[in-house]
């Protein structure tokens, strides 16, 4: 199936999602790496209010690449960025913040119960930063600027952004862990 989703995303638009559909979105998403995600944890263990609101959002794994124009960022590339990494501080963030959904390449280990009922990992073909980039229409903001470009929080606005594939379902079902499993049966019968 496919389906075009408009942010901020609700349970019942994850809810119908399935491994293996088509996702294209619309409205704010957020770009957040290694050390975004390190500092909405450390946020929240020092009951700091975040400076963006995470409630049906969408986390975008991507560094991109921005240039300031008159006052104005522009995206010049924004591909995803391997999501393994965030894999493990994926189980809190859910249990604090209402996430909808994550972007990213490559698949993520360990977060299928996590996300249950809860949320949906979206892979993006990595190698097409050109393509997200003509999906942004505009930066509406960065956040935490002081990590570096890649590393900061930057709120885009999209447009059919896309197409995602349903990696991680919210009903438990991952596909890359099916595409391992089968890949593993079929290279143990050529033993």
């Not at 698949?107 to 979206?122: I, P």
């Not at 050109?130 to 606005?157: C, F, Q, R, Y």
Request: charged content about 25%.
């Amino acid at each position: 199936m496919e389906y075009r989703l408009t942010t901020p995303l609700q349970k019942e638009d994850i809810g119908k999602l399935k491994a293996g559909d088509i996702v294209y979105l619309s409205g704010t998403i957020f770009t957040a790496r290694d050390e975004a995600h390190a500092r909405i944890l450390e946020m929240y263990q020092e009951k700091e209010e975040l400076p963006f609101d995470l409630e049906g959002s969408v986390i975008y794994h991507c560094g991109p690449l921005m240039k300031e124009d008159e006052g104005k960022w522009e995206v010049v590339a924004a591909g995803p960025t391997t999501s393994a990494r965030m894999s493990k501080m994926t189980p809190k963030l859910l249990e604090i913040h209402e996430v909808r959904a994550f972007v990213g390449k490559g698949g993520m280990d360990n977060v299928t119960d996590a996300m249950e009922n809860k949320a949906v990992y979206l892979a993006f073909t990595g190698g097409c930063a050109a393509l997200a980039a003509i999906s942004i229409e505009k930066v509406n903001t960065v956040h935490w600027l002081d990590l570096g470009m890649p590393e900061a929080v930057w709120e885009l606005e999209v447009n059919e952004f896309g197409p995602l594939v349903v990696g991680i379902d919210s009903h438990n079902n991952d596909l890359f862990l099916e595409v391992s499993k089968k890949a593993k049966a079929a290279y143990s019968k050529l033993e």
